[in-house]
């Protein structure tokens, strides 16, 4: 079973639209992250969210924390193509003596001209 | 300040050698995570170091180890390799992290590895 569920899996879309993603689990954590990963890179770090309710704003992306700390969401306004990339998110997780990162699968999103 | 440095970026094996991968931190930095991505499963945590000393690992079979130097540079090898095994493979580096206190990951560019 999956701890981070991410839909949808893909999105096409053209420039100018707005679009939202979203991350859902049953579980509830301490804080969430939303990463972007461009082919043939690593994710980058795009926002992290720790308190329920919390809005964050980056530019034309806004990301949501829910309520109950169990999902986030990510809306881009005016999608560009600069946009296009694999949109991930992600939640420290504790091991056996050190945190490591829990990854949702992505949605791969691709804003067409 | 330079960023995680991965070698190889490719490489191309046949099934049932062996693979070394490299990874350089971000100066200063003295952990360093190791994570495999596939279509199929995604991202999938490896195994984390800190001052030489494996604290952490995922489920992924024996196959896989890594170590870290006393500069902090890691390594992962992979033997006796499986078709299943063809992935990218990305290495983060953070300050400090515990079981207590989570830091920001820089992660690298990754090493893509394509067993044949």
């Known amino acids: 079973t999956q701890l981070l569920e991410q839909s949808p899996q893909f999105l096409s879309i053209q420039e100018g639209e707005n679009l939202t993603v979203y991350c859902n689990s049953s579980?509830?954590?301490?804080?969430l992250q939303w990463y972007r990963q461009e082919p043939g890179e690593g994710p980058v770090l795009l926002v992290t969210?720790?308190?329920?309710?919390e809005v964050k704003k980056l530019k034309r992306l806004t990301f949501q924390f829910g309520d109950a700390r169990k999902d986030s969401s990510l809306h881009i306004t005016a999608a560009q193509p600069g946009d296009t990339g694999l949109y991930l998110c992600?939640?420290?997780?504790?091991?056996?003596?050190?945190?490591?990162?829990?990854f949702g699968k992505g949605t791969k999103l691709s804003v067409i001209p | 300040k330079a960023g995680v440095t991965q070698t190889p970026r490719y490489l191309i094996k046949t099934r049932g050698q062996q693979v070394t991968l490299s990874c350089s931190p971000i100066?200063?930095?003295?952990?360093v995570s190791w994570y495999q991505q596939t279509p199929g499963q995604g991202l999938q945590f490896l195994f984390e170091?800190?001052?030489?000393?494996?604290?952490n690992k995922g489920n992924f079979p024996g196959r896989f180890s890594g170590r870290q130097f006393s500069n902090s540079r890691s390594e992962m090898n992979v033997s006796t390799l499986e078709l299943g095994d063809s992935a990218l493979y990305l290495c983060?580096?953070?300050?400090?992290?515990?079981?207590?206190?989570?830091?920001?990951?820089?992660f690298g560019p990754g090493t893509r590895l394509t067993v044949l």
């Open positions: 969210v720790v308190t329920g309710g």
């Open positions: 100066s200063g930095h003295r952990s």
């Open positions: 992600a939640v420290p997780y504790s091991g056996a003596g050190s945190y490591q990162l829990t």
């Open positions: 983060a580096s953070s300050t400090l992290t515990s079981a207590f206190s989570y830091n920001e990951q820089f």
């Open positions: 170091y800190f001052s030489e000393t494996q604290r």
């Open positions: 579980s509830v954590f301490s804080s």
